[in-house]
């Protein structure tokens, strides 16, 4: 992973992990439960955004490393490797 993308995804999932344990408080203090579900989704989508930044990088740096290598088996590898984990993330 390059340092940049790094740097920003610890950054965010510092800020995550606040969020979540301020969901735990909420839980502990009986929060309203549309108010939980609200963060519950933020928490969620902020993850998404995490997720999104760590494949625009591994496609960036390293798939785009085994297309230029020319090495057949490494492409095919890195693309199988994408297509796995795309498939995991639609369910």
């Known amino acids: 992973m390059q340092h940049d993308t790094r740097t920003a995804c610890l950054k965010r999932l510092s800020r995550i992990e606040g969020q979540v ?5 909420m ?5 309203y439960c549309i ?15 995490v997720e999104e ?3 625009r ?7 785009e490393h085994a297309i230029s ?9 890195k693309v199988s490797e994408l ?4 498939g ?3 369910g």
Request: proline letters at 0%.
């Open 83 to 86: 297509i796995a984990v795309l």
């Open 57 to 63: 990088d591994h496609v960036a740096h390293c798939v």
């Open 27 to 31: 839980v502990e203090d009986n929060r």
């Open 35 to 49: 108010d939980i579900v609200t963060q519950v989704a933020a928490v969620r989508a902020a993850l998404k955004k």
């Open 21 to 25: 344990r301020g969901l735990s408080r």
């Open 69 to 77: 290598s020319g090495d057949a088996d490494q492409q095919r590898a």
């Open 53 to 55: 930044e760590v494949l």
């Open 88 to 90: 995991k993330l639609k």
